[in-house]
């Protein structure tokens, strides 16, 4: 079974300075993606970022990059120039991408990110 | 607004009682799924349905059933209601299946808080 690990409950970061959130996964899947999912406090799910697991380029959205390590089966966040609204819980999740598999989307416990002004 | 709505956006009840909340998916999407995320579990996965057929099960109780109707709008009926039921229920939709297009991005509801006294 698929499983992905947050080994940060908690971060602060100052305004304006970069923090990056680790992410650790475990599967036998080849093809599949990984996301990081941030919550802010009105509880509404929002996609930050996305990555197929056959591409080596690390995907970026403007502030938010990741570092995807397949092998090593890690997927950070680095949020540069951290802003008051990136204050939220933020959640590593994987999901298969393979053809008749479920597509439930599995997720770590979370990342309480706190921006400190 | 990510065009899955939820109904109600908040719910208390009582233990042992019964209680439905209500997905209508994005239009045009087939596939609805439906998460729980409480503070003792973390976000799980439920249960999918797609175009009316129940595709995958996650850990979701016996005492929890769901479905989705012709017209794709979905239920989910969580009866005897225990203290631990209480949480953030989120409804998910996508346009189909994992490996069917290229991507099928969910899109997360805003979420139904229930409240077990």
């Known amino acids: 079974a698929q499983t992905v690990t947050q080994s940060q409950p908690e971060m602060s970061v100052q305004e304006a300075e970069t923090v990056t959130l680790s992410c650790t996964y475990d599967t036998s899947e080849s093809d599949y993606y990984l996301f990081w999912y941030k919550q802010p406090p009105s509880r509404q799910m929002i996609l930050v970022i996305r990555?197929?697991?056959?591409?080596?380029q690390n995907a970026t959205e403007n502030r938010f990059s990741v570092n995807f390590q397949k092998a090593a089966k890690s997927f950070s966040l680095k949020i540069s120039d951290s802003q008051l609204g990136d204050a939220a819980m933020y959640f590593c999740a994987y999901r298969s991408a393979r053809r008749g598999r479920d597509d439930k989307i599995i997720f770590g416990k979370g990342t309480r990110l706190h921006i400190l002004p | 607004d990510s065009g899955v709505t939820q109904t109600p956006k908040h719910l208390i009840t009582a233990t042992g009682q019964r209680v439905t909340l209500r997905c209508s998916p994005r239009s045009g999407d087939l596939s609805v799924y439906w998460y729980q995320q409480s503070l003792d579990q973390g976000l799980q996965f439920l249960i999918q349905?797609?175009?009316?057929?129940?595709?995958a099960k996650g850990n979701i109780l016996e005492r929890f059933s769901a479905q989705q109707f012709p017209d794709l709008h979905s239920e989910l009926n969580l009866s005897s209601l225990e203290l631990g039921d209480s949480a953030l229920y989120f409804c998910a939709s996508s346009l189909g299946l994992a490996g069917a297009s290229s991507y099928n991005e969910q899109f997360f509801g805003p979420g139904t808080r229930l409240t077990v006294l």
């Open positions: 990555q197929e697991a056959y591409k080596q």
């Open positions: 349905y797609y175009n009316g057929e129940e595709r």
